[in-house]
């Protein structure tokens, strides 16, 4: 009446692994793509500031107008109130010159690193046209 079962029979699991692997290799696909599709559009949410109203080379460098992979403006927005990145107008009038280059540098937190992508000089324009948007009060 009761069919003897063999859980270590090949035959008898095959099914059932098939299954579980297929299970798990979706979910974790689900998982990145997820991932990645919602940190696609939470981190890059900010507007860049028209061309034409920038004066600045920081300004234009910020803005994503100088070089296509340095695009500050679409985490900090493009006059830097911030979009889904901090924003600055209350940060950088308590930064030193030299943190604001640690952090261009460095990326803190989810900020990439901006070291290799831009000149030393290119940095200094940075920093140069934040100071002038947020004077210390």
């Excluded at 910020?62 to 924003?87: L, M, Q």
């Excluded at 030393?120 to 004077?135: Q, S």
Aim: hydrophobic share 35%; charged share 25%; with cysteine.
């Amino acid at each position: 009446m009761f069919r003897n079962f063999n859980v270590r029979s090949d035959i008898d699991l095959l099914p059932m692994t098939h299954s579980f692997a297929f299970l798990v290799s979706r979910l974790r696909r689900l998982c990145v793509v997820g991932g990645l599709a919602s940190c696609a559009v939470a981190c890059h949410t900010g507007t860049a500031l028209p061309a034409q109203s920038l004066d600045s080379p920081g300004g234009r460098l910020f803005n994503g107008y100088v070089k296509t992979d340095v695009k500050c403006f679409s985490c900090h927005n493009g006059d830097g109130t911030g979009a889904n990145g901090p924003n600055l107008a209350e940060r950088v009038p308590k930064l030193s010159d030299e943190a604001i280059l640690k952090a261009i540098d460095e990326g803190p937190s989810y900020m990439p690193s901006f070291k290799d992508k831009l000149t030393a000089g290119e940095k200094r324009d940075i920093v140069a046209w934040l100071r002038e948007r947020f004077k210390t009060p």
